[in-house]
């Protein structure tokens, strides 16, 4: 996954004659070689077993993508394509991209199997923003999308997606939006559409169709919305429906680009967030369907930060208390400057779930 090479410009456009230094583009390998290091050298590694991903087969992503999609992607690959201003491959993507794919569906094969309660997939390019048919912001492949599809054709009969990272799922959203046996629950920075690859805005009225009415969650936060808007996120909307719900196993898209000091986001969340939010997946799989919990990468793009902030996601998901100092908090939080609308949310979902 490493070799999935998304350049340098101008943050996630292409290069500028203006300017001497550019950036790489903001979704690169070093962010997860800094993943990989601090969980394994910081005091959450006697916590963890390490296993090998490996490559998706090209038949296991029709379980979510058209085989037509799939090989546009793969062809795209042979020759270099950019997308959109934002999302690109190269001519050395495609194992990469199969690589997060595969691995994600061997995270959930370890859950799905019993030999592993929790698993997490250390994985790149991310894949929330992938619908069927559409490549979008940095994604190809749906990776929670297809491990809730495997879930489900395992037997499973309810599965949620519970989504932190700071966009919209939109992809996960169009997977699912007429379905009722996979629960998508969104929690995002109040961004709206932001074009045709992402006609999705991600409001609380977008609550799904058909059977899928009411399964189909979408809670916008306001910029800087900090750690209390996320726990009471939880305590209010994430965790009564999920109760109501019941589902057998949760998938967690488990990005950290809502942190206080991520490019790509703007909702103020420290080590300390994070970690409410790990403890609230943590417990609430433990309560209502044995602990089963498929944790996938996702965004977080401070190359040192988010690495910090996942470890600490993973803290609370174990039930382990804060062992690893936050590097960067300056502020205390103080998240009523920025209540969040819950009340627009509880009022789009009222007929399908009883709230606090």
């Known amino acids: 996954m490493l070799e999935h090479d998304t350049g340098s410009g101008v943050f996630e456009s292409g290069p500028s004659a203006l300017l001497d230094v550019p950036e790489l583009h903001p979704e690169n390998a070093e962010r997860v070689r800094n993943m990989r290091s601090v969980l394994e050298r910081g005091p959450i590694g006697e916590h963890l077993r390490w296993h090998d991903g490996r490559l998706a087969e090209v038949e296991e992503l029709y379980a979510v993508h058209p085989p037509a999609y799939v090989d546009e992607i793969r062809s795209a690959c042979e020759r270099g394509r950019r997308f959109s201003p934002t999302t690109l491959v190269s001519d050395r993507s495609w194992a990469p991209i199969l690589a997060s794919a595969g691995t994600a569906l061997a995270a959930g094969d370890a859950v799905l199997s ?200 993973l803290e609370g998901v174990l039930g382990a208390e804060p062992a690893l100092a936050d590097p960067l908090a300056y502020l205390p939080d103080e998240g009523e400057r920025w209540e969040p609308d819950l009340e627009a949310v509880r009022a789009a979902l009222a007929p399908s779930w009883e709230l606090p």
Do not use: K
Not at 160 to 181: E, K, L
């Open 114 to 313: 019993g030999s592993a309660t929790v698993a997490y997939a250390l994985v790149r390019p991310p894949g929330h923003h992938a619908a069927p048919g559409q490549a979008d912001g940095y994604c190809f492949f749906n990776q929670c999308a297809l491990v809730a599809e495997r879930a489900r054709a395992r037997g499973l009969d309810r599965v949620a997606v519970v989504d932190w990272d700071v966009h919209h799922g939109n992809g996960t959203q169009a997977c699912f939006y007429g379905r009722d046996d996979v629960l998508t629950i969104s929690l995002h920075m109040r961004h709206g559409s932001w074009g045709p690859s992402h006609p999705e805005t991600g409001a609380p009225d977008e609550v799904g169709e058909g059977p899928g009415t009411g399964y189909n969650v979408n809670v916008e936060l306001g910029l800087g919305a900090g750690d209390r808007a996320y726990r009471d996120a939880f305590e209010q909307i994430v965790v009564p429906i999920l109760r109501q719900y019941r589902p057998a196993l949760i998938v967690g898209a488990c990005g950290q680009d809502a942190s206080a000091f991520d490019p790509n986001g703007r909702l103020s969340v420290s080590m300390a967030g994070f970690h409410a939010v790990g403890r609230f997946v943590g417990e609430v799989a433990a309560e209502l369907c044995e602990g089963r919990l498929v944790l996938v990468q996702e965004g977080g793009y401070a190359r040192t930060y988010a690495a910090y902030c996942l470890h600490a996601t």
